[in-house]
């Protein structure tokens, strides 16, 4: 049974989410350990990342799951919108 893409949508924003509580728990035990300043925020730097990148697949799952475009082309544009803002912010 093949999935909709809402369900592929919230797989992958699960699994962006997961991977980011990873990256945090790491950081929290490079605290522990007392490491070294640049490591940490190193480590911080790809959480944050991961998180804009969950944002990005949210914001993209409710334009999809809201629009009234049925058009896959013009989705596509509206998700490389999307990108180009998230980059700049």
Not at 17 to 36: F, I, N, T, W, Y
Not at 42 to 57: E, F, H, I, R
């Amino acid at each position: 049974m093949s999935q909709t893409p809402e369900e592929i949508a919230s797989k992958k924003i699960t699994s962006r989410l997961k991977r980011s509580r990873g990256q945090l728990d790491a950081v929290m035990r490079m605290m522990d350990e007392d490491k070294p300043c640049d490591q940490v925020l190193m480590q911080l730097s790809a959480v944050k990342s991961s998180v804009d990148k969950a944002m990005k697949l949210v914001i993209a799952q409710n334009i999809r799951k809201n629009s009234n475009c049925t058009d896959e082309k013009q989705l596509e544009e509206l998700q490389k919108s999307l990108d180009l803002m998230l980059k700049t912010k």
